[in-house]
Structures are given as structure tokens and as C-alpha cells.
């Protein structure tokens, strides 16, 4: 009787738990194909929220540039982020420790000193910029979002890549120097397929912190909008169920992109599993 009671409690636990967590999306994503506005009663299913999203300029031109930045930060901050775990991993003990922790800061700080610390270097900037006469002084925009989220990023990267590097054998990249590899093929060939998984995985998380992102953003912006700025410039007017609609196709990429992840992290596990049973 204790073993049902207790199976019991476990499931209605787990009802209740995803219930909380994905029954506000659930009622969102069905209200996306409301007919009407209204949010308390589906009165009939139609696709006019999705075909006026696509229609609306500012929607479009605001989801163009937080995809272009969240690639172009995401490429950026990988490859920064895993260099500098590289680095970090190669360094002594204390060195690696306190280097860590400063790196965890930017981390457990809110977003918001985050995104005042940096409008305010971005406008001291543009006051030196414009004394001294030959710097350009018109960064704020995509060169100001593109710094402030490769910033917020790179942290994401090296503490996804350095537990990899930890669990790595030295002695293969070290068997790979001894055999004639210089150390950049040495990394290319040992290294990088070693961390891969890892690297995969920090990049996926540093586009969806990208595109997520509005703290940050609605402060390194200028005059350009994301995104989700875009969204609480919508919200703050009316809410409409084009919202709905953008946020279901936002749920829906990113949840796509956790997907791929897992089944391609699943299926090199298998197949590393699967070569060591034949080795044996």
C-alpha cells in the first residue's frame, strides 16, 4: 500500500508540476488560432494571426536583426569563450580558480547592472569618439548589441567547455605532438572532436540567450529593436494575438533546437558506446 500511495503522490506531483509549467504556453499557443481577440473563449480556428505577423514590417525587420545578432554573437562568443577555456585549463591551480570565479560574476550579476554598466561605457565612448575627431561615433545599434551580447555569452561558453576539457586524457593530445603533429593540428584533430559535444551545446545556448534576451538589449539598442523589445513595444500598446503567434513560432524554434541537440548528443553517445563494445 505504501509503494502505490507513494507512486501516486509521485504522479500527481508530476501533474501538477508540468501542469504549472506548461499549461500557460498550451493556452497560449490554442489562443493564437482564436478567431476572435478575446482570450477567455475560442470562438473558431484560424490562421489570420500568423498571415498578419508575417505582413507586419516591423515584426519582420525586428526578428531579421535578432537572428542575425544572435548568429553572429553565438559564432563570436563560441569561439571566444572557447579559447579562453583552453587558456584557463592550461593555467595553475590558483590561477585557474580565481580566474574562474571572476568569470562566474557576469553570471550571478543582474542583467540589469549588466545593461546600464554598458550603455554607460557605450556613451562614454561616443563622447570621446566625438572630441577627438577621428573615431566614429555613431555605434549605437547593432555594433553596441553585437559587443554587449558576445559579453553576456562568452561566460556561458567556458563553463560548458572547461568541465569537457577536465575529463579529457592529456596524454592523447600529447601522443598526437609525439607522432608529428604540430599543436594546431594537434587541436584540430584530438581537442576539438574531444569538445565538441561541449561546443555544440554553449553555441545552442548562446543563440537562445540572444534571442531571449531584453534587459541587455533595451539598453545597448539605440534606436534599433529586437525582437523582444519589439514585443513589449506591441504589449505595452494592446495585446493582440499576433503575440501569441509570435511567441508560439518562438517556442516552437527554440524547442526544435533543444531536440536536435539532444537526439545528435544521443546518437554519439550510442556510437561511442557501440565502438567500445566492438573494441572489447
Known amino acids: 500500500m505504501k509503494t502505490k500511495h507513494r507512486k501516486l503522490l509521485q504522479r500527481t506531483y508530476l501533474i501538477l508540476f508540468f501542469g504549472f509549467m506548461y499549461l500557460p504556453i498550451a493556452y497560449m499557443m490554442i489562443f493564437s488560432f482564436n478567431q476572435s481577440k478575446g482570450y477567455a473563449l475560442f470562438t473558431g480556428f484560424t490562421?489570420?494571426?500568423?498571415?498578419s505577423l508575417f505582413s507586419d514590417a516591423n515584426i519582420l525587420r525586428a526578428l531579421a536583426l535578432s537572428l542575425e545578432l544572435a548568429l553572429t554573437s553565438a559564432v563570436i562568443a563560441t569561439v571566444l569563450g572557447t579559447a579562453a577555456a583552453l587558456g584557463i585549463n592550461s593555467m595553475g591551480k590558483k590561477s585557474r580558480l580565481l580566474i574562474t570565479n571572476v568569470t562566474y560574476l557576469p553570471v550571478v550579476n543582474p542583467e540589469i547592472i549588466t545593461g546600464i554598466s554598458l550603455m554607460l561605457l557605450f556613451v562614454a565612448y561616443q563622447s570621446f569618439a566625438a572630441h577627438s575627431g577621428w573615431l566614429p561615433d555613431t555605434i549605437m545599434g547593432f555594433p553596441t548589441l553585437l559587443i554587449a551580447h558576445i559579453t553576456f555569452n562568452v561566460p556561458y561558453v567556458i563553463f560548458n567547455?572547461?568541465?569537457?576539457?577536465?575529463?579529457?586524457?592529456?596524454?592523447?593530445y600529447e601522443a598526437a605532438l609525439d607522432l608529428g603533429c604540430d599543436p594546431k593540428q594537434a587541436f584540430f584533430k584530438v581537442i576539438l572532436p574531444e569538445i565538441s559535444p561541449a561546443v555544440l551545446s554553449a553555441f545552442l545556448i548562446c543563440l537562445t540567450y540572444s534571442i531571449d534576451d531584453f534587459m541587455i538589449s533595451y539598453f545597448s539598442c539605440g534606436t534599433r529593436e529586437t525582437l523582444p523589445i519589439a514585443i513589449y513595444s506591441m504589449t505595452r500598446k494592446k495585446v493582440s494575438p499576433e503575440i501569441y503567434a509570435l511567441s508560439t513560432l518562438m517556442f516552437l524554434v527554440i524547442l526544435t533546437i533543444i531536440l536536435v541537440s539532444n537526439a545528435v548528443d544521443s546518437y554519439r553517445y550510442k556510437r561511442a558506446q557501440t565502438a567500445k563494445e566492438a573494441q572489447v
Open 47 to 51: 490562421l489570420k494571426w500568423y498571415q
Open 161 to 172: 567547455v572547461m568541465p569537457k576539457l577536465r575529463q579529457m586524457d592529456v596524454r592523447i
